[in-house]
């Protein structure tokens, strides 16, 4: 029993070195002390000076006067670098993940280009998942707010005749998931011929959840003179192609330090059957300063199954999967982002690229299928420079 379980980088020792045995359906490839890092300390990080302000950009005053009013002081480094030659028209290829702003630093120049000219769907955005459409979208409203540029959000589990009306109603921008962008080309409802800005974010992201043929075919459609944006947070050679093809002397800039945040404290947790994981996790969620936190699970049916678990144990958690609708998944997130419940239940797919403020913990309750899931799960907390931790459970199903 781990009754007084405290996880900190002290205590490690407890954490012995395990071999799997389980006979799970998938085994992690990760060996698991990669999940252990101690956090930097705050003092050690060097903040970023950016060399402008989003006064000396020259946006247009009413952008100015928004980002002011959103408290948007100083440009982060992916916006004090990529801004400047994205308002000059070059391509870019921005290496950054989740959390380093990098949707104003492609928002921010495509706005300025439709106040200059505001040729109806001009810009379109594609993205991998239904959440972080949504985001970029709400983002675009909140920075293009009282200027009359309109979007359109095309995403997949939605109404599609709703979309359909949204596109012929002719939006400036339209931000969509593959998928769904692609049906509406074939349908003969959305045409792209006007297309003078095309940005594909998380496009690793997006081909390894195998929409790279997709993202082609589309491309296909679009003008080839036009300005392209590619924001990934890694180069793999599947996304090396794709900019050689689809963009023309494109401008890299990298805020990818290193893998993993400095400031996220890992650590393990080791268990012992699904019981002692079940029994482990309650314990730890009921600490306090488990404050907000997103547990991340492999399997659809397995996360549901935990959130309602969680929930009958006086835990009231909110769970997120590709067995969801799109409402379901919006009203679940609603509810931790209000902070109406502080557990969230995540599987990969559905927590990629969301956006949630002050998340003091993500546990991997399930380990991740490959490092880099690890990297995006952990991502979610320490946002913003603030602290966070991170605990991957290790050892049998
Ligand atoms: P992103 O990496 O684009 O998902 O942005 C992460 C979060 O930081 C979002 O909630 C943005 O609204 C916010 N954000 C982006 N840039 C800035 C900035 N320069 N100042 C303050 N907040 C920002």
Not at 264 to 272: F, G, L, Y
């Amino acid at each position: 029993m781990h009754r007084n379980f405290k996880p900190s980088g002290n205590n490690r020792s407890r954490f012995a070195p395990h071999k799997r045995r389980g006979s799970g359906p998938k085994q992690s490839t990760v060996h698991y002390s990669r999940y252990i890092n101690k956090a930097v300390t705050k003092e050690e990080d060097v903040p970023y000076e950016p060399t402008h302000t989003f006064d000396t950009f020259g946006l247009n005053p009413r952008t100015a006067a928004t980002l002011r009013h959103l408290s948007f002081t100083k440009p982060s480094a992916i916006q004090d670098q990529s801004i400047p030659p994205a308002l000059l028209g070059k391509d870019i290829i921005g290496l950054a993940n989740t959390g380093t702003g990098k949707t104003a630093a492609f928002l921010l120049p495509t706005i300025e280009k439709l106040n200059a000219n505001p040729v109806l769907s001009s810009v379109l955005i594609l993205a991998p998942t239904r959440e972080l459409a949504q985001q970029i979208d709400a983002e675009f409203r909140r920075f293009a707010a009282g200027q009359k540029l309109f979007s359109a959000l095309i995403v997949g589990g939605a109404n599609i005749n709703r979309q359909i009306q949204q596109v012929k109603r002719g939006p400036h921008i339209i931000v969509g998931t593959p998928g769904r962008v692609k049906d509406l080309i074939d349908r003969r409802v959305l045409r792209l011929q006007a297309v003078n800005t095309f940005v594909l974010d998380e496009a690793d992201r997006m081909c390894d959840m195998g929409f790279e043929k997709d993202i082609r075919t589309i491309e296909a459609e679009l003008p080839k003179d036009r300005q392209t944006f590619c924001f990934s947070a890694t180069m793999t050679p599947n996304i090396k192609a794709i900019v050689e093809q689809f963009m023309n002397a494109p401008e890299t800039i990298s805020v990818v330090k290193n893998q993993t945040n400095d400031h996220i404290e890992q650590d393990v947790v080791h268990t012992r059957d699904k019981a002692h994981k079940i029994e482990i996790l309650t314990e730890l969620l009921s600490q306090p300063e488990f404050e907000k936190v997103i547990v991340f699970g492999e399997t659809k049916h397995g996360v549901q199954r935990l959130a309602d678990n969680l929930s009958n144990n006086n835990l009231p958690a909110a769970a997120i999967h590709g067995n969801k609708s799109q409402s379901q998944r919006e009203r679940a997130l609603h509810s931790f982002k209000t902070n109406q419940v502080s557990i969230l239940v995540a599987t990969d797919v559905a927590a990629r690229g969301i956006d949630v403020d002050g998340v003091s913990h993500v546990i991997n309750f399930d380990p991740p299928q490959v490092y880099e899931d690890y990297v995006h799960r952990i991502g979610r907390t320490g946002r913003a420079g603030k602290p966070g931790k991170a605990l991957t459970f290790v050892g049998q199903k």
